[in-house]
């Protein structure tokens, strides 16, 4: 059974400005909650109930509001850099946490994702295919429409249009082992993932709702989403 989760939530959000200038970029609100909530909501509909979360920039306003996490029905723990890690070196001293001694495989997730991915789904394949890494999959979505021209005439515009590439979702299931390849200090991405073994690494592909909240259209995207769904 897979109930724990570091949540990379060391983020300035400099882009999110003014939104960013007195908490860190998980502590923005999306429909009154912070977007750090949202998440830990939704890891908790699927049975997360124990949480390590990395934190770097203002962690002081994520402890105040979230505490200990009991008054939310959870368990939380937090690895506080002094100095920037990176990502990967973010995770690796998060392995230390004393709530994940013994602990197999944790769901490790960057704190500024929106969405409502199964992740059960994404649990049980990695657990049965035993792998170390398991990566979310969404589809690239463009940014700007796309038109469509034939003979030098413009026919039509496609808004928003489905790439034919898959990126990576920023979710992802870690079995322990993985801990001796991840770097001190630098990003699980391109100093880890390379040196996997493929027969380990495995995609799971989703194409529901998923936002990374980098700029503040993306906070609008994923405010609209929350009030419909």
């Given at each position: 059974m897979?109930?724990?989760a570091?949540?990379?939530a060391?983020?300035?959000?400099?882009?999110?400005?003014?939104?960013?200038?007195?908490?860190p970029?998980v502590?923005?609100?999306?429909?009154?909650?912070?977007?750090?909530?949202?998440?830990?909501?939704?890891?908790?509909?699927?049975?997360?109930?124990?949480?390590v979360?990395?934190?770097?920039?203002k962690?002081e306003v994520?402890?105040?509001?979230?505490g200990d996490?009991?008054?939310f029905?959870?368990e939380?723990e937090?690895?506080?850099?002094e100095?920037?890690?990176?990502r990967?070196g973010?995770?690796?001293?998060a392995?230390?946490a004393k709530m994940?001694?013994?602990v197999d495989?944790?769901?490790?997730?960057?704190?500024?994702?929106?969405?409502?991915?199964?992740?059960s789904q994404?649990?049980n394949?990695?657990?049965?295919?035993?792998a170390?890494?398991t990566m979310?999959l969404?589809?690239?979505?463009?940014?700007?429409?796309?038109?469509?021209?034939?003979?030098?005439h413009v026919i039509?515009f496609d808004?928003?249009?489905?790439?034919?590439?898959w990126i990576?979702?920023?979710?992802y299931?870690?079995?322990?082992?993985i801990e001796k390849l991840?770097?001190?200090?630098?990003d699980?991405?391109?100093?880890?993932?390379?040196k996997?073994?493929?027969?380990?690494?495995?995609?799971?592909?989703d194409?529901g709702?998923?936002?990374?909240?980098?700029?503040?259209k993306?906070?609008?995207?994923?405010?609209q989403?929350l009030a419909?769904?």
């Open positions: 897979v109930d724990c570091i949540i990379l060391g983020g300035k959000g400099e882009r999110l400005r003014p939104f960013t200038n007195d908490r970029k502590m923005v609100e999306i429909s009154g909650k912070p977007i750090l909530l949202w998440q830990i909501e939704w890891l908790k509909s699927h049975g997360i109930t124990k949480f979360i990395t934190a770097s920039y962690h994520i402890e105040e509001y979230l996490g009991s008054k029905g959870i939380i937090y690895s506080i850099e100095s920037p890690l990176g990967g973010g995770i690796k001293k392995f230390k994940l001694e013994g495989d944790v769901i490790v997730t960057n704190g500024d994702i929106i969405t409502k991915l199964d992740l994404m649990i394949l990695h657990t049965q295919q035993k170390l890494v979310l969404v589809p690239y979505i463009s940014r700007w429409g796309l038109v469509k021209v034939e003979d030098d039509g808004e928003k249009p489905k790439l034919p590439y990576n979702g920023g979710i299931v870690f079995n322990r082992e991840l770097p001190n200090i630098g699980h991405e391109t100093e880890t993932f390379p996997i073994n493929q027969e380990r690494f495995l995609a799971f592909k194409e709702f998923w936002r990374a909240v980098d700029v503040v993306d906070k609008s995207e994923a405010e989403f419909t769904s």
